[in-house]
């Protein structure tokens, strides 16, 4: 969607200033480019972080579980009650690195569709002041 907006734009501005059409394309693309690979590499740390936290809570709950009667005879209990408690609250932290990806996302399609919606208040601008055609708009 951000990429036709971003054609769509450069297309229109194209028809008054090619060479400020190639440079705004050129920089909405590197912009767009730049915020893709960083939202993806962040979410694939994110996403990497989160699975091996589940892991480790998994497993921590499956020990505890089938070593109940053990840990209860040998006073050790309420120590892997309190580990799993610690695995489980860090599970909840990485809930924040979710919602920084998310915002840089909505940021990222914010400023494009911007660019988008500015291009076509202009295109609409110099149809009214006749500098564009109806087949066009």
């Known amino acids: 969607m951000a990429l ?4 769509l734009v450069c297309g229109v501005i194209a028809l008054f200033h090619l060479s400020l059409a190639v440079l705004l394309g050129g920089l909405l693309l590197t912009l767009l480019l730049a915020l893709t690979l960083g939202m993806a590499l962040a979410g694939l740390r994110y996403s990497a ?3 091996e936290q589940l892991d480790e809570l998994r497993s921590h709950s499956i020990e505890q579980l089938q070593g ?5 005879a040998a006073g050790t209990l309420a120590l892997h009650q309190q580990k799993l408690l610690h695995a489980s609250s860090r599970c909840g932290r990485t809930a924040d690195s979710a919602g920084r990806i998310a915002l840089g996302q909505a940021l990222a399609t914010l400023g494009v569709m911007a660019a988008v919606l500015i291009g076509l208040f ?5 149809y009214t002041a006749g500098l ?3 087949p066009v708009m």
């Open 68 to 72: 109940l009667a053990e840990l209860s």
């Open 122 to 126: 202009v295109a609409v601008q110099a």
């Open 49 to 51: 972080s989160r699975v």
């Open 132 to 134: 564009l055609s109806g």
């Open 4 to 7: 036709l907006g971003i054609v």
